[in-house]
């Protein structure tokens, strides 16, 4: 009898289908990221934000699904693999940015974003940029699974960073749009379109008539911070460590003004109207990153006041984009994600201050070592054996290691097993491990195993890697990110619309976000994706 009954619920769920046919689907997504977004923002400064009726982080985390602390899977997490895991569902072993760069087997870096078959579109042709395009991201995104299944739902990409706007937009992506800070303005890829459309000139020419134009940035919230911790770098050397900071609109640390803060979302509310997102029967996807938040993050680091005053205009930027996508849209037809590409380390000088361990890795000494190591036990090479270290993935000369008939796995064995006899160079460093080590499964135990696994993509992970201490950095302004530690792996991810349920929640992985969003379109997940379906988020009919 258990059989039979068994038999005919199967045979009646079967007849009623998925849940997720229940659910009235949005004619928008929207995916906001914010870059260099650490889980604790949020709520230590929530006191600072807008109220919820004025919809900006208080009217999210209010009205949303909200997983205070998710978790990147990653071993190294910073924008490029971050981005990539937000809307593929995938770890970085299966979408293919386990890095920003790398190192190709013919000894030349490669951009995570790169790809010399296409050109940049509406950027000062006299001078050379990068071409551009999603070539290097492996299987698909949720924007692309979308628009296979609904040829007419468009898919909308913008940050100020081009890997930010290409890995979220996916293969199929129908504009990505980012900022050349050399020429000041909005480009694409003639992967995308062959001349910017007419809006976004405008955007640009209004842009160019301010550039020299000196810019001022208040301090806002009350309390003060000297930045004594702070380097000077060439990137805040003109705007000053102290409040009000001032610089010429068009200089690099002009991109860490409240200008530039509120761009991406000038440009993304500007596409809304233009191509009239989500008034369509399908539902579309706009994707928008915040990238000033990283630059603020690296010069001046998470104690900052800097990186407080920027949250707070970020809190603004968006309540300004939600109340217009309300207006437009309808939030009551809207789904909206958000989270972070990673987070950051403190600020070396801040945590000694503090008595917490911390302290720089020379990794730059480190690839000497390597270097006068290989050349003794194998002989000089036309080049050098090992191209310049990438945040710590170190790179063999393929060519010469063929040339001299050389095994590969032993030479990467040989160069971890040497360094690791180095103790007064690897201070900072917890573990070094090589590629072969990843194939052969002799790694370091438990999570750092578990996220080496989740990330190494071969021929573009290093042939000797190393895992610093916690808190042990390389030097970059007042701070970075690049492990897989609590500081760079939490973030915030926030569901808000009709079929999530508010409230704060534990768990949840980045990973989650797409299959959960594919599972309430009734849609197959993108390629790679193997996160959960967040259910206890959601309310279903």
Known sequence: ????????????????????AKVEKPKLILVISIDQFRADYLQKLSHHFLPASKRGFNYLMEKGAYFSHAE????????????????????AYQHG?????????????????????????????????????????????????????????RVISVALKDRSAILMGGHRAD???????????????????????????????????????????????????????????????????????????????????????????????????????????????????????????????????????????????????????????????????????????????????HKIPSGYVNQDAIAVEMENFLTKRYGKVANKW?????EFNFYLNKAAIRQKGLDLTKVQTDLAKHISSKPELLEGIAHVFSAADVRNRTLPPEQHERQILRTYFEGRSGDVMMIPKPNYLLAYGATTHMTGYAYDRYVPVIFAGKPF?????????????????????????PTGSEGEILEKALQLK
Do not use: R
């Not at 050109?119 to 692309?144: C, E, W």
């Not at 000297?226 to 010429?248: C, E, I, R």
């Open 1 to 20: 009898m258990k059989l039979q009954a068994l038999a005919t619920f199967l045979f009646f769920s079967f007849l009623v289908g998925p849940v997720s």
């Open 72 to 91: 990147y899977g990653l071993l190294q997490n910073m924008t490029g693999p971050g981005h990539a895991t937000i809307l593929t569902g995938a770890y």
């Open 97 to 153: 940015i386990p890095n920003n760069d790398w190192v190709d087997a013919n000894q030349k870096y490669t951009y995570c974003a790169e790809d010399q078959s296409h050109k940049t579109v509406g950027a000062n042709p006299k001078n050379p940029h990068i071409g551009t395009s999603p070539k290097n991201l492996v299987g698909t995104t949720l924007g692309d699974e979308l628009k296979n299944a609904y040829a007419d739902s």
């Open 175 to 353: 504009m990505a749009l980012w900022f050349d800070a050399e020429s000041f303005s909005w480009v694409s890829s003639d992967y995308y379109m062959q001349t910017l459309p007419a809006w976004l000139t405008t955007i640009n020419q209004n842009l160019k008539k301010k550039l020299g134009t000196e810019q001022v940035w208040e301090k806002a919230l009350t309390g003060t911070n000297p930045n004594k911790h702070v380097p000077l770098t060439k990137y805040n050397s003109d705007m000053g460590l102290a409040f009000p900071h001032k610089a010429k609109l068009g200089s690099p640390s002009s991109l860490m003004f409240p200008i530039a803060i509120d761009m991406p979302g000038d440009v993304a509310i500007a596409a809304l109207k233009e191509l009239k997102l989500g008034q369509k029967k399908s539902t579309d996807i706009l994707a928008i990153s915040y990238s000033s938040h990283d630059y603020v993050g690296h010069s001046f680091g998470p104690e900052s006041d800097e990186i407080k005053e920027t949250t707070v205009l970020e809190d603004k930027s968006i309540s300004h984009l939600l109340n217009t996508i309300d207006d437009t849209v309808g939030l009551e037809n809207t789904w909206i994600v958000l989270t972070a590409d990673h987070g950051v380390a403190g600020n070396v000088q801040v945590l000694k201050s």
């Open 386 to 390: 090992l191209a310049p270290p990438s």
């Open 501 to 525: 349920k508010s409230g704060t929640y534990a768990g949840g992985e980045v990973v989650d976000i797409a299959p959960t969003l594919a599972f309430l379109l009734g849609i197959i997940p």
